[in-house]
């Protein structure tokens, strides 16, 4: 039985309500000026200007630069004291003048929204990091917004405030893209518009001295439509400063219908940690990214192709299963893309049923049609629209397609692609279109995206990205039971605990507070009391040493004790052990060892990990990591993730462990996290696991106040 349905809403957190600061000025100003706007279009304030003449900005465009009296054909206003109203400033001057500027332009010029495009700032010191402090006081004390600084800008369909290129052309339901860093931002983009993508918006929030990646999630969110917002989110993060606020607004813009991919660089944690716990040596803060991400509901990219091709697969409609048809007429992209394609959980199946020798009558000898569908080098356009019929009407063991075209060269391909485009119009099931001759084929290619598509030139790339799609969970609830914790018991042994490892008696009441099951056991510092305790009991038993962290590498750890004269010579033993406080003892159980344990990682909450125990967590470190409060969804998705599933399972005749029971624990353990935030990292290693019966048998909390 699992736990009774009663829920209760837990938050994740419960930081104060705030809004965020994107306001009218920033998103469609009136007026902007650039401040050290240039003639010289190398320059960053030359190159914007250019851009937002180029780009036909609507509103008024004054230029400050105390050289000049006219850059690029607007009238330069030599002191900023001089300008009128402007609602945005975009600025490119040195650091040591931006705080300054600012503070005319907030309090004289009733400027509402800055984009400092300046370096020189907290990425370059404690110096720069006070004219940054300075300039976000400025900008919060008139409500306003600032973007950047050391960013390339902002870019919308109102305005081209960045000095970069490439420019897109703006399209209201593109993507909306986010960076933390200007340059990638720029990369991403020359890879996206090459492979067909579109962008409504593009934020660079450089140093986000004032709004970061989530705040700007945060407006889209509040003010998200379901007519007319964008449905597609990229975000690339290198630090992610506010991960409650990512989570919240992330899962709330996924349920309203959106999809979003995100990479987070710096996923080697080298200062992962030497830390006293299987937990906390395990559980790094790249650990806590992948569980916000997958509780958000996240596609999590590692590269700018892999984030292209997600985005590419986003702008597809969603297959309603996970079988595909690989229609192709070249044989060795088919195998690699099926081979991806099952190595990532989809399924390419046997096509077999009454209409398949009619379309084989319809292709050239030698044509395959069991899926793969091959029809050959010399295939033609023509048989290429009949197979896209047959799959999107008489197939119904496949749910989407992937159609390979690529060419030799030896004649032009247009009237394929124009198949191609002309079905991709009226499809029943996604089609994803693999075009690989992307040099050979150039012009072809170039024509299929200006009719609005977006391409794939790996079937490789595409099939990894279909699986992670298809692989990343929907946000999860976040309600969950915990009216069978004792709240009060917990919170009085958390109460009067010191910082550090509790006591195994402290242990033990939390473990009882909230139902996880354990063995019955008793801690002694007098030999007299450890054998009195054997009335309760029987032999065998294991004793270990209280005190030192790591037993079993002081030798602390001592199985399989069969009877009183056993235990008292393995009793002073144990008690010469370095820094030996006591001696646990608790009956031999067997089973499954398994392994639950939680760490606190800041800012990010409490994450919960599990996987096989004992000596397995160090060798296979096969673990899955969730984050705190956990439902039976997300705890039943972390057991069925795990490399060891199939022994948990049970394998070759040996006897498994229940995956509910070991899911319930889970959820108890969320609850006493809830309840006892100060617990920093805990282990239960091992769980012993004999069929539905799974108890702790050895437990560690660390607490830090």
């Known amino acids: 039985m699992f736990l009774p349905i009663l829920k209760i809403n837990v938050s994740l957190a419960k930081p104060k309500k705030e809004k965020a600061m994107i306001n009218k000025q920033l998103l469609k100003p009136e007026s902007i000026v650039v401040i050290g706007g240039s003639n010289d279009v190398q320059k960053p304030g ?97 409500n306003g917004v600032l973007i950047g600084p050391n960013g390339i800008g902002v870019l919308t369909p109102n305005y081209h405030g960045v000095f970069t290129e490439p420019i897109p052309k703006m399209d209201p339901q593109g993507v909306d893209f986010i960076s933390g860093s200007g340059a990638t931002a720029v990369f991403i983009l020359e890879t996206a518009l090459a492979r067909g993508l579109t962008f409504a918006s593009i934020y660079s929030v450089g140093n986000s001295a004032q709004t970061g990646v989530e705040d700007i999630l945060q407006y889209m969110d509040e003010t998200f439509e379901p007519e007319t917002s964008p449905k597609i989110k990229l975000l690339y993060l290198e630090n992610i400063e506010k991960p409650q606020k990512l989570l919240k607004h992330a899962a709330s813009l996924i349920r309203k219908g959106c999809k979003i991919a995100a990479i987070k660089a710096g996923s080697s944690d080298a200062g992962s940690r030497a830390a006293s716990s299987h937990t906390g040596a395990l559980a790094s803060s790249d650990v806590a990214v992948d569980a916000l991400f997958k509780k958000a509901g996240i596609v999590r990219c590692y590269g700018r192709n892999e984030l292209i091709s997600v985005a590419s697969v986003f702008k597809q409609p969603e297959a309603k299963g996970k079988n595909f048809a690989i229609v192709t007429h070249a044989g060795g992209p088919a195998v690699m893309l099926t081979d991806a394609l099952e190595k990532g959980g989809l399924n390419v199946p046997e096509i077999k049923n009454e209409y398949t020798p009619f379309l084989l009558e319809e292709l050239f000898s030698g044509s395959s049609v069991s899926n793969p569908i091959d029809f050959l080098a010399t295939g033609t356009a023509e048989q290429l629209g009949t197979i896209i019929e047959y799959v999107n009407k008489k197939f119904d063991e496949v749910d989407a397609m992937v159609v390979i075209f690529g060419t030799p060269g030896l004649f032009k391909v247009f009237d394929a692609y124009n198949v191609l485009h002309e079905k991709i119009q009226n499809t029943l099931k996604p089609i994803y279109p693999v075009l690989p001759s992307t040099m050979v084929a150039k012009e072809e ?87 009195a305790f054997m009335q309760e009991i029987s032999y065998p ?51 499954m060892e398994l392994f639950v344990g939680a760490k606190h990682e800041s800012g990010f909450g409490h994450m919960i ?42 394998i070759r005749g040996q006897k498994g462990a229940d995956e509910n029971k070991l899911a319930e624990i889970m959820i108890r353990l969320s609850a006493l996290l809830h309840f006892a935030p100060e617990i920093s990292e805990m282990d239960l290693n091992p769980l012993l696991a004999d069929g539905e019966q799974i108890i702790a048998v050895d437990a560690r909390i660390r607490v830090e106040k």
């Not at 230029?63 to 945005?88: A, C, F, H, M, R």
């Not at 984009?115 to 990425?123: H, M, N, Q, R």
């Not at 069978?484 to 006591?503: H, P, S």
């Open 46 to 142: 030359g190159k914007v200007l250019k851009n937002l003449i180029d780009g036909n900005f609507g509103g008024q465009l004054y230029v400050s630069n105390p050289k000049e009296k006219e850059v690029q054909g607007i009238k330069s206003y030599q002191n900023v004291e001089d300008l009128p109203e402007v609602d945005l400033a975009i600025i490119a001057i040195a650091a040591k003048y931006c705080p300054q500027t600012v503070k005319v332009l907030a309090d004289e010029k009733n400027t509402r929204a800055f984009i400092i495009l300046s370096a020189g700032f907290s990425e370059m010191g404690t110096e720069g990091k006070k004219l940054e402090d300075e300039i976000v006081d400025t900008v919060n004390r008139v």
């Open 445 to 531: 290619v170039k024509d299929f995206v200006s009719k609005g598509h977006v391409y794939f030139p790996d079937e490789v790339i595409l099939g990894e990205a279909l699986a992670k799609v298809y692989n990343t969970p929907k946000p999860a609830e976040i309600e969950t039971n915990f009216a069978f914790a004792d709240e009060q018991k917990i919170r009085k042994v958390i109460d009067t605990a010191q910082n550090g490892y509790l006591q195994p008696e402290d242990v033990q009441k939390l473990l009882d507070a909230v139902q996880i099951p354990r063995a019955k056991e008793g801690v002694f510092t007098d030999v007299k009391q450890a054998l």
């Open 609 to 650: 990990l599990v996987g096989l125990g004992g000596i397995f967590i160090e060798a296979l470190k096969d673990v899955s990591a969730g984050l705190a409060p956990l439902n039976k969804n997300e705890a039943l998705s972390m057991i069925k993730s795990l490399k060891s599933y199939k022994i948990i399972q049970g």
């Open 541 to 591: 038993v294991v004793m270990k040493v209280v005190g030192p962290v790591h037993k079993s590498d002081v030798g602390g750890v001592i199985l399989n004790i069969q009877s009183d004269e056993e235990l008292l010579r393995n009793f002073k033993q144990i008690m010469q052990i370095k820094d030996a406080e006591a001696v646990l003892v608790q009956p031999m159980v067997s089973g």
